[in-house]
Each structure stands twice: as structure tokens, then as C-alpha cells.
């Protein structure tokens, strides 16, 4: 549950810095739709855990999108860099909570294989 609060909060930082960053209009237009994505995609994992591929993908590109899109160097570029890879990290290590995981009897008891 950690991860996808911290994914949320980065999606809506993401979402925010391409308005506060100086960028030019694609930059703030990947960003902005990046980050409200990642957003989307980190909440939805609460109801689909499935979800959390999205966000991982999402996560990819704005990586993908700081090489292509943002001068090499500058500080936009560093900055979504390390919130691409922040958010396709965390996305990946969001496993679910431990009871998806075991099967558990009437009474929340952990049956045995």
C-alpha cells in the first residue's frame, strides 16, 4: 500500500512540475500527461492490481521521454529521469498486501497447502 501512496504523490508531483519546471511546451505537455497517468494508474492498482504494470510502463516512459524530449543535462532532464525510474521501480516492488497472497480459511486463518 506504501508504494502505491508513494506513486500517487509522485504522479502528482510529476503532474505539478511540469507547470513549475521551465520546459518548453512538449516537455510540459509528456510531463503533465505522465504524471497524471501515473496518477490514474497508481489508484487504480487499489481496486486492480493489475494496474501496477500500467504504472510501470508509465514509469518507463518518462525515462524513455527525458532522453528523447529534455536537453541531455539540464535539470528536467535529471529530474524526470529520476522519477521515471522512482515510479517503475516502486510500481514493480508493489506486490499486493499479504493476504492476496495465502489463502486463508472463514476465520482469517492461513490454511495449509
Known amino acids: 500500500m506504501t508504494t502505491r501512496i508513494f506513486n500517487i ?3 502528482l508531483w510529476l503532474f505539478t512540475s511540469a507547470f ?6 512538449g516537455q510540459i505537455a509528456s510531463t503533465a500527461i505522465c504524471g ?8 487504480f492498482t487499489n481496486y ?8 510501470e ?8 521521454l527525458a532522453f528523447t ?15 521515471g525510474i522512482s515510479i517503475a521501480v516502486a510500481a514493480w516492488a508493489d506486490r499486493g498486501p499479504l ?5 486463508l480459511d472463514l476465520f482469517g486463518r492461513r490454511m495449509s497447502a
Do not use: C, I, K
Not at 513549475?20 to 511546451?25: A, H, I, N, T
Not at 524530449?69 to 522519477?83: C, E, I, R
Open 9 to 11: 504523490l509522485m504522479g
Open 20 to 25: 513549475v519546471l521551465p520546459q518548453s511546451r
Open 36 to 43: 497524471a497517468l501515473t496518477t490514474l494508474f497508481a489508484a
Open 48 to 55: 486492480d492490481l493489475r494496474s501496477r504494470y500500467a504504472t
Open 57 to 64: 510502463a508509465v514509469g518507463a516512459l518518462v525515462v524513455v
Open 69 to 83: 524530449v529534455h536537453p541531455l543535462g539540464s535539470a528536467t532532464f535529471w529530474h524526470n529521469g529520476v522519477m
Open 99 to 103: 493476504v492476496e497472497r495465502y489463502g
